[in-house]
């Protein structure tokens, strides 16, 4: 094997204009797989420049990196946002500052740190097993910007990759932006597969045209809910991954919410057309209660370390369940078929659900009242509701196709003037409700604050950030 040496451009190398920013982790590996999905091909120079380590002239897709090489530590330098786009031999040498960067040992490693060595320099994304990491780089002349497993041993705090008897040693960026936890997405790609915008591929299907969900929980960490390609109830994150051997509903997608004791546990329509929940420390629960054959429940922990769920039952109105005494009871408020709501806690164990009405328009309902909005919803789309304190902001998309917000401090709607695909769903966020996922009319992921996320998603399903 040829090893990489995309090291030192000369001295008069054009400096990158970009202003300096801070940078998140779900940033970092976004940018990342920008580069990955466009194959932007390894080239030592700047865009239209001279290309100092491979010969000619660099060509690559035009975008904001154009002032950076797409060498291997223009490709970090890139995902980490330091302008100066130091090489790689600088890289392998800790630096101070806030655009600096220190080594850090091997068992910290967390998506979006880098693991350097004199001539070349890999960025992260997780371990796979405990000799495997999944890697994205720029390797060599000739080659474009990619994501793979790769093999490895280790000394100490040295890493050594098979194929290349270079030393690596694990860096993280000094000065991260610490991000909101809405800025963990989770969705289908085109692909049949489950991504997270901070980790990319999961290496888990999931089943055509349904949604995961994500949820934080209380000790740290995250964990997702899917249906997976079996048709079976599936869960993955920082708790592990679990196949619960229970089989879902076609066409329906399970919720998740964490709970005060730090676990967390899944609602959803078993292929029995019953809700179920199940949960590592609540067990598994049939409730017994009918659902509508393309609707999907939502669930949300309670302060007090139960739970509520919100779902369409098999008569067409909204219902409530509640873990206290596990009762359930009819709102006799009537929903569009096929559509779903979305349930958040308020102070004091209140809590509140928004759903489509059977007249197309946004309605709230829960034990703090009900209010009828006066804002038509996509035929077939389900809106998003997240709290801040005793306030309440929902997400939807309009009759219009746009990504719509609606808040409780004023009950008014207000166009976001971004493009939706028909018939799917926004996903709001519980730290800042001002944020949201959601599938653009280009059928790419898409978020209200950081933009297009370069990210194709399988046809009609919807993401999930909190």
Known sequence: MALTGCATGPADEPETSVVAQDVSVPEIMARAQQWVNLAVPYCGGVNGGTDYLCGG?????????????????????????????????????????TDGWSTIAIDNLAAGDAISTNGHIKLFSRF?????????????????????????????????????????????????????????????????ELWTTAHGPAGLGMMHDTSPSVAMLAGGGYEIAFQANTGDLWTTGTAGTRHWNLGMRSGTSPSITGLADGSYVVAFEANTTSLYTAGPTTGIRNWQLGMDAKSSPSIAGLASGGYVIAFQANTHDAWFAQS????????????????????TALPGDHYVAAFQANTGELWTSGNVGTHRWGLGLDAVSSPSIAAVGGDYTIAFQANTH??????????????????????????????????????????????????????GMDNLTSPSGT
């Open 57 to 97: 002239t660099c060509e690559r897709p035009h975008a904001a990196w154009d002032e950076f090489r797409s060498d291997c530590s223009g490709f970090v330098s890139w995902s980490w946002q330091i302008m100066t786009d130091p090489t790689s031999d600088e890289y392998n040498v800790d630096r101070a500052g």
């Open 128 to 192: 796979v097993s405990a000799n495997q990491a999944e890697i994205l780089e720029e390797y060599d002349c000739g080659e474009v910007a990619h994501r793979d497993v790769q093999s490895f041993t280790r000394s100490g705090n040295t890493i050594y990759f098979t194929g290349d008897s270079r030393p690596y040693h694990p860096i993280r960026r000094h000065s991260l932006a610490q991000p909101p936890a809405a800025e963990l997405g989770a969705f289908q790609a085109n692909t049949g």
């Open 402 to 455: 746009d990504l719509w917000f609606a808040t409780s401090s004023n009950f008014t709607g207000r166009d976001a003037h971004l493009g939706m695909k028909a018939g799917t769903s926004p996903a709001i966020s519980h730290v800042d409700p001002s944020y949201a996922y959601f599938q653009a009319n280009t059928g790419g992921l898409w978020s209200s604050k950081t933009g297009n996320f370069s990210l």
């Open 324 to 343: 206290a005494g596990f009762t359930a009871g009819d709102v006799q408020l009537g929903m569009t078929a096929g559509t779903s709501p979305s349930i």
